[in-house]
T-cell receptor, first 113, second 114 residues
Framework: QKEVEQDPGPLSVPEGAIVSLNCTYS??????FMWYRQYSRKGPELLMY????GNKEDGRFTAQVDKSSKYISLFIRDSQPSDSATYLC?????????????FGQGTRLTINP | GAGVSQSPSNKVTEKGKDVELRCDPI?????LYWYRQSLGQGLEFLIY????????KSGLPSDRFSAERTGGSVSTLTIQRTQQEDSAVYLC????????????FGPGTRLTVL
């Protein structure tokens, strides 16, 4: 079983819809949580970064972390065709010196005009 | 400013040949990471450099893989005796180091082993 599970999709929704992307994890040492967006043939770029449980909002994007359930989510409101990309959740341990990111498989999202 | 750059962008090689992939991190970033992204496996950590400390090589899949970082800046990932299963996109990232610092990714090198 992978440390981080993410439904690879693909997910296709109409423009303007609310999108919900999710990841579950098994390692309790994970304390830093990130969402990356990756366009085709490009490297991942950081969208959201959270440390504690709860919600964090940035424009149309909201990241949610529930450490008790080992579950994180990314919500996209008023989705746009430019949001079409692969979304990757990533996590890092709080253990001193542990710098590597552990990624989910990525969810391919298409927003249809 | 300039981001992380990688070269070549694409590399096609024959099985059994050695390849070298290059990464130029963001100036001033002390931490450098290599990841591999392949279909069905997602993005996997390979190796991490931080300043002059010994690298974390825990993600290297076999002894055919090695990496070095010269002068605390440019890094080279070497794959010896390439196999078809090595075909993937190899991504490099850099950061300022420390627990909270964002990793900035390069565009990757797409490696195809025939």
């Amino acid at each position: 079983q992978k440390e981080v599970e993410q439904d690879p999709g693909p997910l296709s929704v109409p423009e303007g819809a609310i999108v919900s992307l999710n990841c579950t994890y098994s390692n309790s040492a994970f304390q830093y949580f990130m969402w990356y967006r990756q366009y085709s043939r490009k490297g991942p770029e950081l969208l959201m970064y959270t440390y504690s449980s709860g919600n964090k909002e940035d424009g149309r994007f909201t990241a949610q972390v529930d450490k008790s359930s080992k579950y994180i989510s990314l919500f996209i409101r008023d989705s746009q065709p430019s949001d079409s990309a692969t979304y990757l959740c990533a996590m890092r341990s709080i253990i001193q010196g542990a710098q590597k990111l552990v990624f989910g498989q990525g969810t391919r999202l298409t927003i249809n005009p | 400013g300039a981001g992380v750059s990688q070269s070549p962008s694409n590399k096609v090689t024959e099985k059994g040949k050695d390849v070298e992939l290059r990464c130029d991190p963001i100036s001033g970033h002390t931490a450098l990471y290599w990841y591999r992204q392949s279909l069905g496996q997602g993005l996997e950590f390979l190796i991490y450099f931080q300043g002059n400390s010994a690298p974390d090589k825990s993600g290297l899949p076999s002894d055919r893989f090695s990496a070095e970082r010269t002068g605390g800046s440019v890094s080279t990932l070497t794959i010896q005796r390439t196999q078809q299963e090595d075909s993937a996109v190899y991504l490099c990232a850099s950061s300022l180091g420390g627990q909270d610092n964002e990793q900035f990714f390069g565009p990757g090198t797409r490696l195809t082993v025939l």
